[in-house]
């Protein structure tokens, strides 16, 4: 077995951009399985601040492939965007930058769908990024869709006229919006030639190969877990596979191939958009959260929702994914309460339960909380647990005996270096 996977265990936004690219170092092979732009890891080296929507984390390290796989949604656009960015910083990447032939297109009018279908929502938007993500996995699975080795075939014009005249005649149900088609259509053609410098693949042929060679291989997860189409608090979810299972479908291996699973947690709970957060705060505490940890989403700078981390979600989790071992992210974001808190249960109809409801969305939860001493101390840039506040540490194995397992790496801020590795 050869394939890691590290994926997000809350509703997004855990600080995976981070991690991918600290172990990365490990691998020769990372590969995005699932999602699309909607996604947004942030990653800071040397001061640099570097957002990544499509391609995976790994790229800034040297002689490491990335691989965008079969289950990911593109956008020529955004994935463009990105590829000029990246040129900017000098590192040579083009050649170690690999595309799924079965990977999904998004276009201009998978966007334009999106849009007039969230504005025609009212109050019950689900918190669409209009990304194009949800239309496109539409019509993925009503196989009507239009893939990476398409444009490399002669009757690619063709289909794309009729995906997008398919398309004109759904958007007429909708109230109108404005969308400049024709500026976006002209956009997305010249960014398919970028799309067509890059090495198309077989991506499942590809990955079993390297397997059988011995190549240590990390699977990358967008959004979370909390946001899976499945599993997640549907409908406020992404279209896709986020858990481990994703992986299988979104890159063509076999669940034997899978060997760790590296969940991703903060020390405290966010979400971006609408839908259920059981521990979401509305008080000062929760402001403070948002301020020091800048939680804007990546994507949409939209404010992300905050609260106290949730324990029965995070044990949901980590028993659907197969999680081996556990990343606690911003711990140090927390340096300066007077008390912190974890939602240890939900009292539901005045029963207390460590189990999720079928339906977060219906249900009254009320969390019940443990409180825990703040340490009132600055620990951003630590890299030795001993050195962490005592009462940091005995937080950190607080959460450990509710959770049922070890937490392998704690983060306490953005950098590369700002990560501890414990002995577990």
Not at 310 to 320: A, G, N, V
């Amino acid at each position: 077995m050869a394939v890691d996977v590290i994926l997000g265990l809350q509703w997004g936004d855990e600080g995976k951009g981070k991690i991918v690219d600290y172990l990365a170092k490990n691998y020769q092979i990372v590969c995005r399985f699932q999602g699309g732009p909607n996604a947004g890891h942030t990653l800071k080296i040397e001061g640099n601040k570097y957002v990544l929507h499509t391609i995976p984390s790994g790229i800034f390290r040297d002689g490491i492939e990335n691989i965008i796989g079969n289950g990911v949604v593109i956008d020529p656009i955004t994935l463009n965007k990105e590829i000029d960015k990246l040129k900017e910083t000098g590192i040579e990447f083009m050649s170690r930058l690999l595309v799924s032939n079965k990977a999904h297109l998004i276009l201009p009018t998978h966007r334009y769908l999106d849009a007039a279908s969230e504005a025609s929502k009212g109050k019950q938007k689900i918190g669409s990024t209009l990304k194009g993500i949800g239309p496109t996995y539409m019509d993925k699975t009503g196989r009507n869709g239009l893939r990476v080795g398409d444009i490399f075939q002669s009757s690619f014009n063709a289909k794309y006229k009729s995906l997008r005249d398919k398309h004109l005649a759904l958007l007429r149900q909708y109230p109108p919006i404005e969308f400049d088609l024709e500026g976006e259509e002209e956009k997305w053609f010249t960014c398919l030639e970028t799309i067509k410098q890059l090495k198309a693949i077989d991506c499942e042929y590809h990955i079993n190969q390297a397997i059988k060679e011995g190549k240590q291989i990390l699977a990358e997860g967008a959004q979370g877990s909390m946001l899976d189409i499945d599993f997640g608090t549907y409908p406020y979810v992404t279209s896709s596979n986020t858990i481990t299972s994703g992986v299988c479908s979104g890159l063509g291996i076999a669940p034997q191939q899978i060997r760790d699973v590296i969940g991703i947690t903060k020390a405290y709970c966010t979400r971006v958009g609408g839908g259920p957060f059981p521990t979401e705060l509305f008080d000062e505490d929760g402001a403070k959260l948002g301020e020091i940890g800048m939680e804007f989403g990546a994507t949409t700078g939209r404010p992300r929702r905050c609260g106290w981390i949730d324990i029965p979600q995070l044990k949901y989790t980590l028993m659907i994914n197969g999680v081996t071992q556990i990343v606690l992210t911003k711990l140090d974001v927390l340096d300066h309460f007077e008390e912190v808190k974890a939602g240890c249960k939900y009292s539901i109809n005045g029963n207390e339960t460590d189990q999720l409801p079928y339906d977060l969305t219906t249900q009254e939860i009320e969390p019940v909380y443990c409180v825990y001493d703040g340490w009132n101390k600055d620990m951003a840039g630590t890299d030795d647990f001993d050195k962490l506040p005592q009462l940091a540490k005995d937080y950190v194995s607080e959460l450990e005996k509710l959770l049922g397992m070890s937490i392998k790496y704690v983060s306490t801020g953005p950098e590369r270096k700002s990560l501890i590795v414990r002995e577990v």
